[in-house]
């Protein structure tokens, strides 16, 4: 709010308030946004007129139960409940994957213990590579329960 200095009575400097805005800087800034808008609006409309199909998908297949690879913290691994080693693990997951078309395009997913070396887990990875398993998934515990 401004105040007006008045040269009568009451003291050197006493104050009355003054009653009246500047809206200078109010205006300005009303404007500059008017010609933003007024020249953005133009170019997020869409000019060209398509017809689009109706999104009805079909339904899909199921998709195949998944494969989960667990590290325990003392190295052990399994592949669903069964166990198995480092050196068998793709032989192993292609049995456990059966008449899959292509067993090496199936997503794998990996669920390790928190206290896993980060070595056993880098073995289990690199062995997937070795036998063609490129799809991998890591599974976390979900906290938002």
Known sequence: ?????SSGGGGRYSEDTMAEINVTP???????????FMVAAPLASVTVKVVLPPAVAPPGTNPPK???????????LFIQDFKT???????DLRKQLGTV?????????????????????????????????????????DNNK
């Open 1 to 5: 709010m401004a105040a007006k200095l």
């Open 26 to 36: 109010f205006v300005d800034v009303m404007l500059v946004l008017l010609i933003i």
């Open 66 to 76: 998944p494969i989960y690879i667990s590290i325990q913290p003392n190295g052990s």
């Open 85 to 91: 080693d480092l050196s068998s693990l793709g032989d």
């Open 101 to 141: 078309r292509n067993p090496t395009k199936e997503r794998i997913f990996i669920r390790a213990d928190t206290n896993v070396l980060y070595g056993d887990f880098m073995g289990v990875m690199n062995m997937l590579q070795d036998n063609n398993f490129y799809s991998v998934a890591l599974v976390g515990e």
